[in-house]
C-alpha cells in the first residue's frame, strides 16, 4: 500500500468525498456523507436541486429517473412527495428506503463538524442556498459552479461568500481570471484538463486547486507532488490510506 511519510515533505491534501463516499453508498444520501466521515473525508461535496415547493434537496441529476425509483424531474415533486422516494435501492439491497436529504438535513448532522462544498447549478437553487445559510451560522461552506453568470450573482448578493470556480472545458486562463475577479477560495478543474502552465499560474497567484474526480492514490500522488492542495474522490477510503493524518486519524 502506498503511504506518504513525513521524509516526503509534502502538504497532506484535503480530501473532499464527492457526492459522499460514493464508491461505496449511493450517491447523494446521509449514507453515503456518513460514510465519508468515518473513513476520514475533510469535507463533502454535494448537488443541489430544487423542489416544487422551493426547498433545497441533495440530488445530482434534474431528473429522478437515474437515482431514485421515481420519474420526471425533481422540480417537477414537492418535498413531501420526493421524500417518499427510495434513493439507495439502485445502488445495493442493503439501502433499499434510503431517501433523498434536504439541504437543511445534511447541515443538521454536518454543519459544524466538516467543511460543504455545494454545486449549484441555477439561480433560484443557489438563492435558496442563501436564505438558508443565513440561518446556519455554524456551516463552513464553499459553494462551486460551472455556471460562471450565478456565481457573479452570488458574489454581488454576499461578498464574504467562499466561492470555488468548478473547470470542465474552455480557456482555463479566463477561468482562473474570473476565480480572482470573484476572489474565489480555490479552482476546481477536471483531472484529465490539469497540466503544468495551469498548476503554476494558480500558484503564481495564490489560488489553491482541487482536483477532480480522482480515486487512484498513484495518480493522487503525483497531483500533490506537483502542487495541488486536494481532491474530489468517491474513494476518500482508498485515498486516507495513502494520506494518514498524524496518529492515524
Known amino acids: 500500500m502506498l503511504a506518504l511519510h513525513k521524509s516526503d515533505h509534502m502538504q497532506l491534501p484535503f480530501l473532499w468525498a464527492h457526492r459522499g463516499a460514493s464508491r461505496n453508498a449511493p450517491e447523494n444520501t446521509l449514507a453515503a456523507f456518513l460514510a465519508a466521515a468515518e473513513c476520514g473525508a475533510d469535507g463533502l461535496e454535494l448537488d443541489i436541486h430544487l423542489s416544487y415547493d422551493g426547498i433545497p434537496v441533495v440530488i445530482h441529476d434534474e431528473t429522478l429517473d437515474r437515482t431514485t425509483d421515481g420519474t420526471g424531474p425533481v422540480a417537477h415533486l414537492d418535498l413531501q412527495m420526493l421524500l417518499q422516494l427510495d434513493a439507495g435501492s439502485w445502488f445495493a439491497p442493503e439501502y ?41 451560522p455554524s456551516a463552513d461552506v464553499v459553494v462551486s459552479s460551472f455556471n460562471y453568470d450565478l456565481l457573479r450573482s452570488l458574489r454581488e448578493k454576499d461578498g464574504n461568500l467562499a466561492l470555488a470556480v468548478l473547470f470542465e472545458s474552455g480557456n482555463w486562463r479566463q477561468a482562473i481570471h474570473l476565480a480572482m475577479e470573484l476572489s474565489a477560495c480555490a479552482f476546481h478543474p477536471r483531472a484529465d484538463k490539469v497540466n503544468r502552465p495551469m498548476l503554476t499560474a494558480c500558484q503564481r497567484v495564490e489560488l489553491p486547486v482541487f482536483v477532480w474526480t480522482v480515486d487512484d492514490p498513484r495518480l493522487a500522488m503525483s497531483f500533490v507532488r506537483s502542487g495541488v492542495s486536494g481532491f474530489f474522490t468517491n474513494d476518500p477510503e482508498a485515498l486516507r490510506a495513502v494520506f494518514p493524518r498524524a496518529g492515524g486519524q
Open 96 to 136: 433499499v428506503g434510503e431517501g433523498i436529504p434536504t439541504l437543511e438535513s445534511v447541515l443538521s448532522v454536518f454543519a459544524g463538524n466538516l467543511r460543504l462544498n455545494r454545486e449549484i447549478k441555477e439561480f433560484r437553487a443557489g438563492m435558496a442556498m442563501l436564505e438558508l445559510l443565513g440561518r446556519c
